[in-house]
């Protein structure tokens, strides 16, 4: 089973540029969550998507958006990137559903988009 | 306060020594949790997860949960060289939709020196 495949792997922008990063969940899982890393403030949850609907939101600004498709597969948007927004932008799937509740929350990650803002 | 807190070392410790990795919480409502490892310039990787309190084994790794105490370790035994990474605790606590929603505490850089 291919694992959380996250596109592109490397993104180099500048300041006032926007940006789409794209994420496929391991098949069969519906929820797809995306974190941002920086090496100061560790690993902070930006969203969740779950049958293309968003269920949780982070402390971000409105500039960070998302969307779910009916496939799973998600896209996460920053507009007008500043310098503060560099960053390893990972996503990670879970089944989100059915009997077993211990494995339906368990989240797997992708490899990540590290994007850096010049 | 840090909802999720660990410290980030780095942590040394000699190979073949067992390797103690501590993570404190405050949403007493949690209800799962995690550790993942990440290498350098790469991805988290679940390693370890517990639900009850008590121990849990797996290999050479023991997860350690005392929801009293709002605490949780990772216990490494005969750590390798290939064990240096950064440990991160993640704490999963119900959302208002039902699902579990997870907070990362910031890692613990661990470094087995042969």
């Known amino acids: 089973k291919a694992g959380v495949t996250q596109t592109p792997r490397y993104l180099i922008k500048t300041r006032g540029q926007q940006v789409t990063l794209s994420c496929s969940p391991i098949?069969?899982?519906?929820?797809v969550s995306w974190y941002q890393q920086t090496p100061g403030q560790g690993l902070q949850f930006l969203f969740e998507?779950?049958?293309?609907?968003?269920?949780n939101k982070g402390n971000f600004p409105g500039r960070f958006s998302g969307r779910q498709f009916s496939n799973s597969r998600s896209e996460m948007n920053v507009s007008t990137l500043e310098l503060g927004d560099s960053a390893l932008y990972l996503c990670?799937?879970?089944?989100?559903?059915?009997?077993?509740?211990?494995?339906?929350?368990?989240?797997?990650f992708g490899a990540g988009t590290r994007l850096s803002v010049l | 306060q840090k909802e999720v807190e660990q410290n980030s070392g780095p942590l040394s410790v000699p190979e073949g020594a067992i390797a103690s990795l501590n993570c404190t919480y405050s949403?007493?409502?949690?209800?799962?949790f995690f550790w993942y490892r990440q290498y350098s310039g790469k991805s988290p990787e679940l390693i370890m997860f517990?639900?009850?309190?008590g121990d849990k084994e797996d290999g050479r790794f023991t997860a350690q949960l005392n929801k009293a105490s709002q605490y949780v370790s990772l216990l490494i035994r005969d750590s390798q060289p290939s064990d240096s990474a950064t440990y991160l605790c993640?704490?999963?606590?119900?959302?208002?939709?039902?699902?579990?929603?997870?907070?990362f505490g910031t890692g613990t850089r661990l470094t087995i020196i042969p």
């Open positions: 990670a799937s879970s089944l989100a559903e059915g009997q077993d509740v211990l494995a339906k929350n368990i989240q797997y």
């Open positions: 098949s069969g899982h519906r929820s």
């Open positions: 998507y779950f049958s293309e609907t968003q269920r």
């Open positions: 949403d007493r409502g949690s209800q799962s």
């Open positions: 517990i639900y009850s309190n």
């Open positions: 993640a704490v999963g606590a119900l959302s208002n939709f039902g699902n579990e929603k997870l907070t």
